[in-house]
């Protein structure tokens, strides 16, 4: 079992940042991939960032979003900059305790946090 908790979710105006936590308990963190989605009303959940071994990003917020972690606290972040208000949605991580491995696809993700809410005005 593992349990995800994330934070730091806001409203901010477009071109300001915020950065997301996920805090990771009940397994060993560095084991495993962490991943962060978003959805937004009326859409489906989409892939935002995932680290493993390496990070990768969607196309959307590649050069604008960073994602991290660090091992020694159990979290992942997410940093966030150059918001637009496309960006706004409820941003959710989770964890893929099968693999190391970070990938696109939420089905391969076992665990997810509750979520938090990204509001961007315009």
């Known amino acids: 079992q593992v349990q995800l908790v994330e934070s730091g979710g806001g409203l901010v105006q477009a071109g300001g940042s915020l950065r997301l936590s996920c805090a990771a308990s009940g397994r060993t963190f560095s084991n495993y991939a962490m991943g962060w989605f978003r959805q937004a009303p009326g859409k489906e959940r989409e892939f935002v960032a995932a680290?493993?071994?390496?990070?990768r990003y969607s196309d959307s917020v590649k050069g604008r979003f960073t994602i991290s972690r660090d091992n020694a606290k159990n979290t992942l972040y997410l940093q966030m900059n150059s918001l637009k208000p496309e960006d706004t949605a409820v941003y959710y991580c989770?964890?893929?305790?099968?693999?190391?491995?970070?990938?696109?696809?939420?089905?391969?993700?076992?665990?997810w946090g509750q979520g938090t809410q990204v509001t961007v005005s315009s």
């Open positions: 680290m493993g071994v390496i990070g």
């Open positions: 989770a964890a893929r305790v099968s693999s190391r491995v970070a990938v696109s696809t939420a089905e391969s993700y076992d665990y």
